[in-house]
Every structure is written in structure tokens, then in C-alpha cells.
């Protein structure tokens, strides 16, 4: 057993599933959490891998949903959170929901009794300086206002965000390009970089009232101080400050020209720019929000070209700490500018508890493989982990048109696949979506499990 543990900050889904995977191959862990000598805002209790909000883990359908894959390939994997889950389910259709005190109580039991394990209570205000050799951070969106200062110190002004300012993200396959056309404004940059959706007044209009009249989710309490910038205001707040803000903003018609109705110029016009390096999917420019999610879809379905429009992520904007971790993280989530630290979770850029235990239990092998002196080899970014690593450490697009988000397990994330051929009779459209989707999933099981 190494002489030099893996310190680990933060005892959540990430943290604890990092802490196992390092202890189970044989190696000691110290697990730090500052919890109840300094609380949070969310927070209720001190237990480990607190549930904050929801106690859904989402779809466990692993043929045909891309969270569902993530379950079954932690399962492989020999996941603690997969297995405390398992063992304290609810009935819940086909997600896979948790009692959520006996599922936090399992997996801190697990932890409590293993040999490699121990737990200090107490707050790390500060990167851990070269004397921890080994260091996973993995204290998600409400990291602690000291150690995301001294993140700051050493990322620079752009490696840490603090506010989550995300618009929706569409399938390419799902919009209708017998309305929508490929063109830059001005035909700047390669000419074709956006996909434009065109507006007449009619609908223009009636956009900015949907978006001024829909239902909006709220702040909560710990979030309400927290400022809009002027670069990322909600798309409603923009159609308050008058009816003719977005069409002098991000939907402004210029330089653009109907490729299907050259002599018609539009009222109005969306752009949607690429969000990852596949092609798969693009983000609808300057549309970050807080409408509710069933109200995005209204809305914005309305908009031409979207009508059938598929959400990889509908918008949202809340506190958040998050990583522009494609800048500052290497292929092994380590710290660019301290590579005897890495980070897993949330705070890496991904969105949801499982995806965050997922990038946990990537993390803490990649802990294990340096303490071994090997190299770590991802998962092919056929796999769920390996696409979720990739739109962390470079499958998202990073310039400086185009920020990088946190983002949901989704198959835009991963390299395109062929459905099975059918013979005889052409399958109908939901037939052939679920053909590809299960194409996604069964690629993926069998290359992870070549993987492991």
C-alpha cells in the first residue's frame, strides 16, 4: 500500500465514489468533508453523498436512454452509489429513485467500515500545497467561497465560473432545414458556422409575448443575490426591456440572407451556433433562461425550423461553480498549473448526480493508475464515461465565441452510429430513433466492457 494516500475534498456522489474505487484497488484514502464544522446553504445534514435535491437518478433504461447506459457501465465498474442505489430503490416507472436517507447512510456505512478509508470532518480553505502528492477536488456547485478564491488564483479570471448561464441545446437531426439554412452573418469566419431559424413580424411578436407572459422557475433563497451579467441575461429579461431588444441583439436580421426565400427579409432571426465537435449538436444563441422547462418547449417549438425540435439540455441560469475545464484540466482532469491535483463531479462541467459519481469513479482510477506508475487509457468515447470525458477535456468546442457548459449524459455526445438495416417494410420515424438509440447503447456496453 502506497505511503502517500489520495487526499479527497468534498464527500459527495463524486468524492465517495472516487474514495472507493481508490480504496478497493488497494490504495489509502483520506476523504475530507467540512461538513457540520462549516455548512451549506443546501445542505441538511452532515451524512455523506446527501441527496440535495431530487432522489431520482433518472431513466435506468439502459437500451434506450443515455443515462440508463451511465447506470449500467458504473454497474460494471463496481460502483458504490450504483450499488447503494440499487440496494435502497423506490418504485419509480422505469428511473431508478433512492430513499434518500438510506441510500446516503449505505453509502457512508460502506466507507466508514472499509480498512483503506478515513473520514476528517473539517474545511480545506485552500489548495493543498506539493506535500499531498495526491489530490482529488470534488466539492461540486457549492464549493466553499475560500477554495474556490484559491482555484481562481491559480486558474486566472476565466478558469472558474460562478454563475450557470445556459441556453437550450437542439439535436441538428431533430431541426427542419426546409426552414432553417447554414449561413455566418456577413458570411464571416467559414461562412456557414450558424444555423438560422427566420422570424416574420407575426411571429416575432409572438414570441416576445410567450416569453414575457411564460412561467419562470425561481431562485431559491442562497441564489437571489446573485447578479445577472449583461453579457448573459435571461432571453426574457431581454424581451421586457422592450419588444425590439432581441431583434437589435441576438436575433438581429442583418447579414443573412433566406436561402429559401431569398426576397422575404426576415423580421427576425435565431441563431444556433455548434456546442460540440461532432456536428451533433448546436445551442440557440443568446436564449438562456428561466423558463420552466415544459414552457421552453412550448415556446420555442413555435420558433420555424424547431417545430420537432429535440432538447439535449433545456436552458437554465442558477449559482453555480464550475471549471472551463477543456482550459485548465489536462486529459486526466488534472490541474493544468498543479498536476498533483485533479478534480471530479460537477465542479468538471457536468450536470446531474450521476454524471457527477460517474466522473468520480473516473477520477479516482486515474488515482490509482499514478499511484501504480501507469499510464490510464479512457474509455472509448463510444461509451458513456468516454463522451462525458471528452466533452470535459476537448469534445466541447472552445473558442472565444463559444463557452464551454456544463452538460447531461445525452447521445449528441457521442460519435454517430448506424442503426441495423431493416429489410422489407421502412420502419416508421419512432421506430428508427429507438433502433439508433439502442445502436448508442449496445456499442457502448460492449466496448466498455472491452475497456475494462
Not at 84 to 95: I, M, R, V
Not at 184 to 190: A, I, L, N, W
Request: proline share 6%.
Amino acid at each position: 500500500m502506497s505511503k502517500n494516500p489520495v487526499h479527497i475534498i468534498g464527500a459527495g456522489l463524486a468524492g465517495t465514489e472516487a474514495a472507493w474505487q481508490v480504496a478497493e484497488a488497494g490504495y489509502r484514502v483520506i476523504l475530507h468533508e467540512m461538513r457540520p464544522i462549516r455548512k451549506t446553504e443546501a445542505h441538511q445534514g452532515d451524512g455523506l453523498a446527501e441527496l440535495v435535491c431530487s432522489n431520482s437518478f433518472r431513466s435506468d433504461d439502459a437500451e434506450n436512454n443515455a443515462v440508463g447506459l451511465l447506470h449500467a457501465e458504473m454497474r460494471l465498474a463496481g460502483s458504490l452509489v450504483m450499488a447503494a442505489a440499487d440496494k435502497h430503490k423506490l418504485p419509480a416507472g422505469g428511473a431508478l429513485a433512492v430513499d434518500r436517507q438510506a441510500f446516503s447512510d449505505e453509502v457512508g456505512k460502506q466507507l466508514l467500515e472499509h480498512p483503506n478509508v478515513t473520514i476528517e470532518r473539517g474545511e480545506i480553505t485552500g489548495l493543498p500545497d506539493n506535500d499531498w502528492q495526491h489530490v482529488i477536488i470534488a466539492t461540486g456547485p457549492l464549493t466553499s467561497p475560500d477554495l474556490a478564491s484559491d482555484i481562481v488564483k491559480v486558474t486566472g479570471d476565466q478558469g472558474l465560473a460562478f454563475f450557470d448561464a445556459i441556453a437550450p441545446i437542439v439535436y441538428k437531426d431533430s431541426i427542419d432545414f426546409s426552414k432553417a439554412w447554414f449561413q455566418s452573418r456577413y458570411d464571416k469566419g467559414e461562412g456557414a458556422d450558424y444555423i438560422n431559424c427566420p422570424l416574420n413580424e407575426a411571429q416575432y411578436k409572438q414570441l416576445i409575448n410567450d416569453l414575457t407572459t411564460g412561467e419562470t422557475g425561481d431562485f431559491k433563497q442562497w441564489e437571489k443575490d446573485t447578479p445577472y451579467f449583461d453579457g448573459c441575461l435571461p432571453v426574457e429579461v431581454m424581451a421586457e426591456r422592450g419588444p425590439e431588444t432581441l431583434r437589435f441583439g441576438p436575433m438581429k436580421p442583418v447579414g443573412l440572407t433566406n436561402k429559401h426565400e431569398p426576397d422575404i427579409k426576415p423580421h427576425a432571426i435565431l441563431q444556433l451556433r455548434q456546442d460540440n465537435a461532432l456536428g451533433s449538436l448546436y445551442n440557440m444563441v443568446g436564449f438562456q433562461t428561466k423558463l420552466k422547462y415544459g414552457e421552453q418547449k412550448r415556446v420555442f417549438r413555435k420558433i420555424p425550423g424547431l417545430e420537432k425540435a429535440e432538447f439535449a439540455r433545456l436552458g437554465g441560469m442558477h449559482r453555480n461553480t464550475f471549471l472551463n475545464s477543456p482550459v485548465v484540466l489536462d486529459e486526466n482532469l488534472r490541474l493544468k498549473a498543479r498536476p498533483n491535483i485533479r478534480f471530479a463531479g460537477q465542479i468538471t462541467g457536468v450536470e446531474g448526480y450521476i454524471e457527477s459519481a460517474a466522473i468520480g469513479l473516473m477520477a479516482g482510477r486515474m488515482a490509482v493508475c499514478d499511484l501504480a506508475v501507469t499510464t490510464f487509457t479512457p474509455p472509448p468515447e463510444t461509451t458513456a464515461h468516454g463522451a462525458l470525458l471528452n466533452h470535459i477535456t476537448g469534445g466541447h468546442l472552445t473558442t472565444s465565441k463559444a463557452s464551454f457548459q456544463p452538460m447531461n449524459v445525452n447521445f449528441g455526445l457521442f460519435p454517430p452510429v448506424e442503426p441495423p438495416k431493416h429489410q422489407g417494410k421502412r420502419p416508421r420515424r419512432g421506430e428508427r430513433k429507438a433502433a439508433r438509440k439502442q445502436a448508442y447503447t449496445a456499442r457502448a456496453i460492449v466496448d466498455f466492457k472491452n475497456w475494462l
